[in-house]
């Protein structure tokens, strides 16, 4: 799969339609690794902390999740970069795979949202094959519980392994246990809110126009307006300063 580097982050640049095959027809290589989807605010975050930064250039592929990333890589020669956002991954390989084909293990969010995903996931798929789901507690694992946790989801026995603890947490997450699951996991922040109805997505347009961040500030705004805010106006700065520096050398 083509990429293109900018701010240090080696991105994965294809279409969605490519995004989904690569991975489903590619799980015996990709066993036990990891693949991210990064948007402004986790770009930002890459910038500012160099842990973080090597998480996601540590993975199998990092897709573009928002259209200002996946514009950006336009403009440094990646023609074909489309925004690949982890709920819409999720929401096509599930769709692809409805027959069996592939198994799926479910990591993240509350029990109540994790069986209102179940219910939608049986209904809507009735032959897809589930392999779990787990809630974790809010807080660090202690080594026990960790490994418990590893046990318990190999012995599922997952082709795909989705995380849904939000970013940064659930990239460290996933870099921390690679190598230790047998299946490969992904990911994909809120879209276990977005299947499970929990959670209301952003207008198509909203999308269109790089607005799902406002719709979810004005959704959470106590939790995510200072976080919006920040991220959104550090992008802008690092963009011109970094157009600035290239128009110099």
Not at 3 to 8: N, P, R
Not at 80 to 99: H, N, V
Not at 127 to 143: H, Q
């Amino acid at each position: 799969m083509e990429t293109c580097s900018i701010f240090g982050i080696k991105y994965a640049v294809c279409a969605m339609a490519e995004a989904v095959p690569a991975v489903c027809e590619s799980l015996k290589e990709l066993k036990g690794r990891y693949i991210c989807f990064s948007n402004v605010h986790t770009t930002v975050t890459a910038i500012e902390h160099r842990k973080y930064l090597d998480i996601l250039n540590g993975s199998a592929y990092t897709f573009p999740d928002g259209v200002p990333i996946a514009k950006r890589l336009r403009r440094s020669g990646a023609s074909r970069a489309e925004r690949i956002a982890g709920p819409d991954f999720m929401e096509e390989a599930l769709k692809q795979t409805s027959k069996g084909s592939i198994s799926h293990y479910f990591y993240g969010t509350s029990e109540e949202t994790l069986k209102k995903l179940e219910a939608v996931l049986r209904h809507k798929y009735p032959d897809m094959k589930i392999a779990g789901f787990y809630a974790p507690p809010f807080r660090d694992l202690s080594k026990e519980e960790d490994d418990e946790l590893v046990l318990r989801i190999n012995e599922a026995k997952p082709d795909i392994i989705w995380v849904g603890i939000g970013a940064p947490r659930q990239e460290t997450f996933m870099a921390d246990h690679a190598g230790r699951f047998d299946g490969v996991m992904l990911g994909v922040g809120a879209a276990f809110d977005f299947q499970a109805k929990t959670a209301k997505r952003a207008p198509l347009i909203m999308q269109k126009l790089s607005l799902e961040w406002l719709h979810r500030v004005i959704s959470d705004p106590r939790r995510l307006l200072k976080r919006y805010l920040v991220t959104n106006t550090k992008y802008i700065w690092y963009c011109i300063t970094t157009d600035c520096r290239k128009r110099r050398n």
